[in-house]
C-alpha cells in the first residue's frame, strides 16, 4: 500500500513537474515577465488611449490575460512595425503579439499561433461613389507601405482588374494607419487598404465618415510570432489560448472591441495560405 | 557773377556724441585744386565724403553745380531724395579712396569700364576704347588685363583714378590717396595727380603730402576740430600761415 | 685673418653629430591598440549575423540606384532653392527697409525654429490645411495634386536650406569690406547693383565652402523625405526590408551608398576651400 501511494505521489510528482517545465522559459521564469514590444499605431490592436495615452488595445488584453495565466507580469515596449521582427530575433521581445500577419515569406525565421482572422479590407470616404470593390480598379489605393498589403493590392488588381480588362489600381504608399487616412481625407487617395480588424474602431472614432466597399481581398490571420526554437514555448501560449477560447474570455475580449466576427474557432499553427 | 562748382554752407555732422564737421562752409570754383589739410579726426575726410554723399549731413546744404544734394525743399521744409536721385548725384563726382577698393574679382580694364557700361549705360566697345586711352594717360596700359592683386598699391592707385576719370566727372575728391602706400611709390601717383590737375580738372584732395600741396594745390584749407581754421592760397599759408594752431600743426608735420 | 667674432672657451664643437630617430615607442602602442580594436569590430561583424549576400545582391539593385540618383536629384535642386532663397533673405535682412528686415529675420526663425521632419510632413499635408490652391477665377488646383512628394520634398528641404544659408549668405556680405560698396557708390551705382555686381561676388568666394559644407549635409537630409514618400534611396531600402526583413542588410547597402556619395563630395569641398577661402585676398578668378 505504501509503495503504491509512494508510486502514485512519484507519478503525480512527476507529471507536475512535466507541465511544469513545459511553461515557461528559463530567462522568463527567472525574471518573473514576459518582455513584449508593440507598434502601438495600430488600433483597436494596440495604441495610446488619446485621453490617458495609456497602451491599449486588443492584443494587449490578450496578453495580459495570457500573462496572468501563466503567473508573470508584463513589460511593455514600443517600437515601429519594421522592427517587430528584429526585436524578436534579437530576443528584446519574447514573443510578438502586435497586429502582425501570419505570413509564408516571414516563417523562414519563426513560426505563429493564429488567433484571429483578419484580411485586407477597401475603405472609401463615405461620399465616394465606389459601390462594389472592381469600382476601385484604375483609382489610386492607399496603404502602409511597410505590410503586406501593397502586395495583396498588386494580386488583386491582377485578378479582379486587369484580367477583366479594367485598368490597374495604382497602389500609393503611406507611413502608417494614420498617413493613409490622412491622404484618403486630402483626396491623394480614392480608396485605402487597412487589416478588416481595425475598421469597426476607425469608424467609431470618426462616424459617417468612412465605408467598407466590399468583402476582405483576402482571408488571413494575425498570428503570435515565435521564434523557430521556442516550439515549446509556443506549445504552452497555445494550449492558454485554447483555454481561453474554450472558457469564453477570448470571445468577450473581441466583442469588447467590436472583433466577434473575427474570432478563430481554436488557435492554428501556421495557418495562412499567403 | 561766377558760380563756386561746389558750394559747402554751414554744414554740420555728428556721429553720436562726436561733432565732425561745425558749420563748415566752403567753395570750391571750377578748375580749382583745393587741399585739406590737419589732424586725424579734424573732420577733413568727413567733409570730403559730405560732397559725394557717402555721408550725409545732419544740417546746412551743399550744392554741387547748382544742386542742391541730398535734399529737396519744398514748403520751408527739406526732405531726403531717394536712393536712385542721390546716385545720380554721385555721378558728378569721381572719388579716389585711400584704400584705392579696386574691384579685385575685375581686371584693370574691367574696373574702369564698370561705372561707363553699367551705371551709365554706354556700349562696352566705346567704354573699352576710353578706358584703354585712360590707362595709357596713368601709365598702366600694359596693365589693362592684369587683376588689382597682381599690381603694387602704386598701381592699383593709379587704376582707381583712371577709374573715377571714367565716368568723365566734373569734380575728383581723393581721400588721402597716398597714405596707405609704400613711400617709394608715392611718387608715381603724385605725379599722375600733378597731370590730372594741370589738365584742368577741379580737385578736393584730403592728403598729408604737404609738398604736393605746395607744388600743386591752388589753395589749401585747414581744419581742425571739424571747423575751418584757415584757408588761403598754397604757398601762402604753407610758408606763412597766419593762424597759431595752424603754425603748430605745420610744424609738426615736417 | 677671418672676420668671425672671438668666441669663448668651453663649448665643444657638436656640428658633426646626427640627431638620432625618435622611436616614439608611444605611439607605435596605440597604433597597434588602435588596429587591434578595428580588427575585433570587423570580426564581429564578419560572424555578426549579417547575411552579407544580401548586402551585395542588393548594392547595385536598379530600385536601389534610381534610389540614390533621386537622393542626388533632390539635393542639387533644393541646394540651389536654398542658394537662391539665402541670397534674397539675406539682402533683405540688410535692407535699411524695416519692414523687409522682419519678414527676413522672422523666415529665418520660423524655418530654423522647427525640425526639418516636421516641415516636410506640413507641406505634404497642406492639402488637410488648403484643399486648393491658387488664384479664384484665375487658376485653381487641388492641393494633393499640386504637392507630390516630390514638390513638398524640394520645398520642405529647400525653403529650410534657405534659412541656414540665409545666415551664411548674411556673414559673406558682411565680409565684404565696406570699401567695395562705397567704391561702387562712388561710381554712381544703388544699393541693388552695387549688391549684385560688386558685393555678391566677391562674397560668394567666401560662403562657397561652408556653401559646400551645407551641400553635403543636405544629401544625408534628403533621407527625412522617406516618410513622405519620396523614393530615394533609404525609402527604396526600406521598401525592400519591408518585404523580406532583411533590415540590417538594406540599411548597410543604403549606408554604403551614403558614403560614397559624401566620400567623393568631402575632398571636392575641401579642393573648393582652397580654391576660394582666400578668394578675397588674393583676387583674381
Redesign the interface.
Known amino acids: 500500500m505504501a509503495r503504491l501511494s509512494f508510486f502514485i505521489g512519484l507519478l503525480a510528482l512527476a507529471s507536475l513537474a512535466s507541465v511544469q517545465a513545459a511553461e515557461l522559459p528559463d530567462a522568463i521564469k527567472q525574471a518573473g515577465a514576459l518582455h513584449l514590444t508593440v507598434n502601438s499605431t495600430y488600433a483597436p490592436m494596440e495604441y495610446r488611449d488619446p485621453a490617458s495615452n495609456e497602451l491599449t488595445g486588443l492584443d494587449i488584453d490578450l496578453a495580459n490575460e495570457l500573462a496572468k495565466r501563466l503567473n508573470v507580469k508584463i513589460v511593455w515596449s514600443e517600437t515601429a512595425f519594421a522592427e517587430l521582427i528584429p526585436a524578436l530575433q534579437t530576443k528584446r521581445a519574447d514573443f510578438i503579439i502586435s497586429g502582425i500577419s501570419d505570413r509564408t515569406s516571414r516563417r523562414e525565421t519563426a513560426d505563429f499561433v493564429d488567433y484571429l482572422v483578419t484580411g485586407p479590407q477597401f475603405f472609401v470616404l463615405a461620399e465616394n461613389e465606389a459601390k462594389v470593390a472592381t469600382d476601385l480598379c484604375g483609382k489610386k489605393i492607399g496603404t502602409t507601405r511597410s505590410t503586406s498589403f501593397p502586395a495583396e493590392i498588386e494580386k488583386w488588381s491582377k485578378q479582379a482588374c486587369e484580367s477583366a480588362g479594367k485598368p490597374a489600381a495604382q497602389y500609393v504608399p503611406g507611413e502608417n494607419s494614420i498617413d493613409v487616412r490622412n491622404q484618403l481625407k486630402q483626396g491623394r487617395i480614392d480608396a485605402a487598404v487597412q487589416g478588416s480588424e481595425t475598421l469597426p474602431y476607425a469608424q467609431a472614432q470618426e462616424t459617417g465618415k468612412y465605408r467598407i466597399v466590399g468583402e476582405p481581398i483576402s482571408i488571413g490571420y494575425q498570428g503570435i510570432m515565435f521564434r523557430k526554437d521556442d516550439a515549446t514555448f509556443r506549445e504552452t501560449i497555445a494550449s492558454e489560448l485554447k483555454a481561453m477560447i474554450a472558457d469564453g474570455t477570448y470571445k468577450v475580449i473581441l466583442d469588447k472591441w467590436g472583433l466577434g466576427a473575427n474570432a478563430v474557432r481554436e488557435p492554428l499553427l501556421n495557418a495562412a495560405p499567403q | 557773377m561766377k558760380t563756386p562748382l561746389v558750394a559747402i554752407r554751414k554744414v554740420s555732422k555728428s556721429f553720436g556724441e562726436f561733432q565732425a564737421l561745425r558749420q563748415v562752409s566752403l567753395d570750391i570754383w571750377p578748375g580749382e585744386v583745393v587741399c585739406l589739410i590737419g589732424q586725424s579726426g579734424s573732420g577733413k575726410t568727413t567733409l570730403l565724403r559730405c560732397v559725394n554723399q557717402l555721408t550725409s549731413i545732419d544740417s546746412g546744404g551743399i550744392w554741387l553745380d547748382g544742386e542742391l544734394l541730398g535734399l529737396r525743399e519744398r514748403g520751408g521744409r527739406l526732405h531726403r531724395l531717394n536712393e536712385v536721385e542721390i546716385a545720380r548725384q554721385r555721378l558728378k563726382c569721381g572719388m579716389v579712396f585711400q584704400r584705392f577698393n579696386l574691384f579685385p574679382h575685375m581686371t584693370a580694364l574691367e574696373n574702369v569700364i564698370e561705372g561707363p557700361v553699367q551705371v551709365q549705360k554706354r556700349k562696352a566697345s566705346e567704354a573699352k576704347l576710353e578706358a584703354m586711352e585712360l590707362l595709357r594717360r596713368v601709365g598702366l596700359a600694359e596693365k589693362a588685363n592684369s587683376y588689382p592683386s597682381q599690381l603694387s598699391g602704386g598701381q592699383q592707385q593709379r587704376v582707381a583714378i583712371a577709374r573715377a576719370l571714367a565716368m568723365k566727372p566734373e569734380l575728383v575728391l581723393f581721400d588721402e590717396p597716398t597714405s596707405a602706400l609704400d613711400p617709394e611709390l608715392v611718387g608715381e601717383v603724385l605725379a599722375v595727380m600733378k597731370e590730372l590737375a594741370t589738365s584742368g580738372m577741379t580737385m578736393l584732395v584730403v592728403t598729408h603730402e604737404l609738398g604736393f600741396a605746395r607744388e600743386v594745390a591752388d589753395r589749401v584749407v585747414y581744419m581742425d576740430q571739424g571747423a575751418i581754421v584757415e584757408a588761403g592760397p598754397a604757398k601762402d599759408l604753407l610758408t606763412a600761415p597766419r593762424e597759431a594752431r595752424t603754425r603748430a600743426f605745420l610744424a609738426a608735420e615736417v | 685673418m677671418s672676420n668671425a667674432p672671438a668666441l669663448a672657451e668651453g663649448f665643444p664643437d657638436l656640428s658633426s653629430l646626427k640627431v638620432a630617430r625618435e622611436p616614439h615607442w608611444g605611439r607605435w602602442l596605440t597604433a597597434i591598440v588602435i588596429l587591434a580594436i578595428v580588427a575585433a569590430i570587423g570580426r564581429a561583424f564578419a560572424q555578426g549575423?549579417i547575411e552579407w549576400s544580401y548586402v551585395g545582391r542588393f548594392l547595385t539593385a536598379p530600385v536601389i540606384v534610381q534610389g540614390i540618383v533621386n537622393t542626388m536629384v533632390m539635393a542639387v535642386l533644393a541646394m540651389a532653392l536654398g542658394i537662391l532663397l539665402g541670397i534674397v533673405v539675406a539682402i533683405m535682412r540688410l535692407s535699411p527697409n524695416p519692414v523687409l528686415k522682419s519678414v527676413a529675420s522672422g523666415y529665418t526663425w520660423l524655418f530654423r525654429g522647427t525640425p526639418l521632419i516636421l516641415q516636410l510632413l506640413l507641406w505634404f499635408?497642406l492639402?488637410?490645411v488648403f484643399?486648393t490652391i491658387g488664384i479664384p477665377g484665375v487658376w485653381t488646383a487641388?492641393?494633393?495634386d499640386l504637392m507630390t512628394p516630390f514638390l513638398a520634398a524640394l520645398l520642405g528641404l529647400g525653403i529650410n536650406q534657405g534659412a541656414y544659408t540665409s545666415e551664411v549668405m548674411r556673414a559673406g556680405l558682411l565680409s565684404v569690406?565696406i570699401?567695395?560698396y562705397?567704391?561702387?557708390?562712388?561710381?554712381?551705382?544703388?544699393?541693388l547693383?552695387a549688391l549684385r555686381?560688386?558685393v555678391l561676388?566677391?562674397a560668394m568666394?567666401v560662403v562657397l565652402p561652408p556653401l559646400g559644407n551645407e551641400f553635403i549635409g543636405l544629401v544625408k537630409a534628403t533621407s527625412l523625405a522617406s516618410?513622405?514618400?519620396y523614393p530615394e534611396v533609404l525609402h527604396n531600402a526600406?521598401?525592400i526590408?519591408?518585404?523580406?526583413?532583411r533590415?540590417?542588410e538594406l540599411l548597410i547597402v543604403a549606408g554604403l551608398w551614403y558614403l560614397l556619395v559624401v566620400s567623393i563630395l568631402t575632398p571636392l569641398q575641401m579642393l573648393l576651400e582652397r580654391r576660394f577661402a582666400r578668394g578675397?585676398?588674393?583676387?583674381?578668378?
Open positions: 549575423q499635408n492639402a488637410l484643399p487641388r492641393a494633393v569690406d570699401g567695395q562705397e567704391a561702387a557708390q562712388a561710381i554712381g551705382m544703388g544699393r547693383q555686381r560688386i561676388p566677391q568666394r516618410v513622405i514618400q526600406e521598401n526590408y519591408y518585404a523580406n526583413s533590415v540590417i578675397i585676398a588674393r583676387g583674381g578668378r
